[in-house]
């Protein structure tokens, strides 16, 4: 699932966009810009495509949005064999692995902080996303483990199937 979020810095806002794997809600890949044009998200692609090497027909899930359903970004998709899922019409319910990822970052990180630049973000972001929220942080939905273990555990059970 995908989506991205707005936040903001003293010289103005940068914007966030990230791949949650749904299962695991493990940030499998993610891109800050001081933009929100459609390469922002392509990157935030690539990010994960990296990661994860996904195989054809993976379903890649994300709201609406212009940057989403704009030619490049669906262009991507196919390149990589993704199969393109979008939520139904104003349903933020459909994207709720994403929403909820959003909440937490602004509660846990954001908050009343206010980065001096888009590289202090782009730093404070990775520390949580990649030190804390994927390898420390427990998830109750998980049967408390982290997204990493829950991610590890699952990969090993289908490797074993």
Request: with cysteine.
């Amino acid at each position: 699932m995908t989506d991205i979020t707005y936040l903001p810095t003293s010289r103005g806002w940068c914007y966030l966009a990230a791949i949650v794997d749904w299962p695991s809600r493990l940030v499998v890949g993610w891109a800050v810009a001081d933009h929100m044009r459609t390469d922002l998200r392509i990157n935030a692609l690539n990010d994960a495509k990296s990661r994860r090497k996904p195989g054809p027909g993976l379903i890649h899930h994300s709201d609406r949005g212009s940057q989403y359903t704009s030619y490049d970004y669906r262009k991507a998709l196919t390149d990589s064999h993704l199969v393109a899922s979008m939520s139904r019409k104003g349903n933020c319910w459909d994207n709720a692995v994403a929403e909820s990822f959003w909440a937490t970052v602004k509660r846990e990180l954001i908050s009343d902080m206010k980065w001096e630049s888009k590289e202090e973000l782009e730093a404070a972001l990775f520390e949580y996303i990649e030190i804390y929220y994927n390898r420390k942080r427990v998830h109750s939905s998980l049967d408390y483990m982290t997204p990493q273990e829950y991610d590890d555990s699952y990969q090993e059970t289908a490797e074993a199937a």
